[in-house]
């Protein structure tokens, strides 16, 4: 008997015993009807469409980001160190990237004024930019 497993997507032949006793009842398989397949077509075809348009949205971020120098401003003490530090959220908002798609590749926050490069993770890609602290313009 073919079924469609659920978790995966696939189209498997079990036996009928298996299938009908433990696959349908625990909610883990349907039946394979004509129907059900023409549906698993539909779905696999519009996450294909899916896939394909985030890989592009990917690439015109990594263009976009790429080779970049991204600046945040921050408060500084008497020993021109920061208060408290950049973290990811800070350098994703100052790029304009969404945290869905890009991932900071960070070791420990920034807490020192300067350059650092950071890497970026876009899908399976990496980029790297430069994050430049500066301190704010108006501060005493």
């Known amino acids: 008997m073919k079924v469609i497993i659920k978790d995966t997507n696939e189209v498997k032949d079990v036996s009928f015993g298996y299938a009908v006793n433990y696959l349908i009842p625990q909610g883990l398989a349907v039946m394979a009807t004509p129907q059900a397949l023409e549906e698993l077509k539909k779905q696999k075809a519009a996450s294909s469409r899916q896939q394909e348009k985030q890989k592009k949205q ?3 971020l990594l263009e976009k980001l ?3 120098i991204i600046t945040i401003e921050k408060k500084v003490g008497k020993a021109k160190k920061i208060f408290g530090s950049v973290k990811k959220k800070d ?3 100052a790029a304009g990237a969404d945290s869905d798609l890009v991932e900071v590749l960070l070791d420990a926050p920034i807490k020192t004024l ?3 490069k950071v890497t970026l993770k876009i899908g399976k890609r990496k980029v790297k930019v430069k994050v430049s602290v500066k301190k704010i313009k108006n501060q005493r």
Request: hydrophobic residues 15%; positive net charge; proline residues 0%.
């Open 91 to 93: 350098i994703l908002k």
């Open 66 to 68: 790429r080779g970049k």
């Open 58 to 60: 990917e690439e015109k």
């Open 114 to 116: 300067g350059k650092h």
